[in-house]
């Protein structure tokens, strides 16, 4: 079996608030969604993957030279907007050779558990499938990401119930629901509350607060007396009064 990951236009909202970025690489917990879809990819066992997306995105192409990094083999191709999987089939008729492939579409999340041993048995390696916001499979449980509201709603939600599902190294846990990357400073070591996840190279300022629902990106800053709540803090971000 292969795995086709096929992108999306970005969405207006992706365009507004994360300018420059692509959906494919919106950190989702300070992990790009694309990192979900390999992690899947490797825990299947699949050997082969092709990342399409209509627009032309560096970061993605990065992926291919990190192909030994994740074990297995990365191509990554700019693509029609529209194009269907009978399309796709045509254009990469050589990637496809007679396998069968899972297709991820539409840019969704897709949830799975990697400490669960079995859940690789939710895949029939013997057929064609398929993973999109209109998948009526059962056992592909997913998420459509439509908005900066369902982002940030899916962010918590992985801190709060699924955090020990995925692979979110670097992290360590402060009591039983805060994730702390590397290199963090926190000059109060009460200005956290519960449910909060910080990346690497996190500034946190003392008489400053982060309450439940709290997700801060890499290298962000933090500065004095500041009270932050439910809020995704994007990477690189300076907050203060």
């Known amino acids: 079996m292969k795995v086709i990951i096929k992108g999306i236009k970005n969405p207006e909202w992706v365009n507004k608030f994360f300018p420059g970025e692509s959906i494919l690489t919106l950190k989702i917990c300070n992990k790009p969604l694309i ?12 050997n082969e993957v092709l990342i399409t997306s209509p627009c032309y995105n560096k970061d993605l192409h990065d992926y291919v030279a990190r192909e030994l990094e994740w074990g297995f083999k990365i191509r990554y191709e700019q693509s029609a907007e529209e194009e269907s999987i009978n399309q796709l089939k045509e254009r990469y008729s ?73 692979n979110l190294l670097g992290y360590e846990h402060i009591d039983d629901t805060c994730l702390v990357g590397k290199g963090v400073v926190l000059q109060d070591q009460n200005s956290i509350g519960d449910k909060v996840h910080l990346g690497n190279w996190v500034f946190v300022s003392k008489n400053s607060f982060l309450g439940e629902g709290t997700i801060v990106g890499n290298n962000a800053v933090i500065e004095d007396g500041v009270e932050v709540r439910e809020s995704i803090i994007y990477q690189n971000a300076v907050i203060g009064q």
């Open 35 to 46: 990192e979900y879809y390999l992690d899947l990819v490797y825990y299947l066992g699949i």
């Open 94 to 166: 050589s990637f496809f050779d007679g396998s069968a492939i899972l297709y991820i579409l539409d840019a969704v999340f897709v949830y799975y558990d990697l400490k669960n041993k079995s859940f690789k048995n939710f895949l029939d390696f013997n057929r064609d499938q398929i993973i999109s916001r209109d998948s009526n499979d059962s056992r592909f449980f997913c998420r459509d990401i439509s908005s900066i509201y369902s982002f940030y709603r899916l962010s918590v939600s992985i801190i709060q119930k699924y955090s020990d599902s995925y």
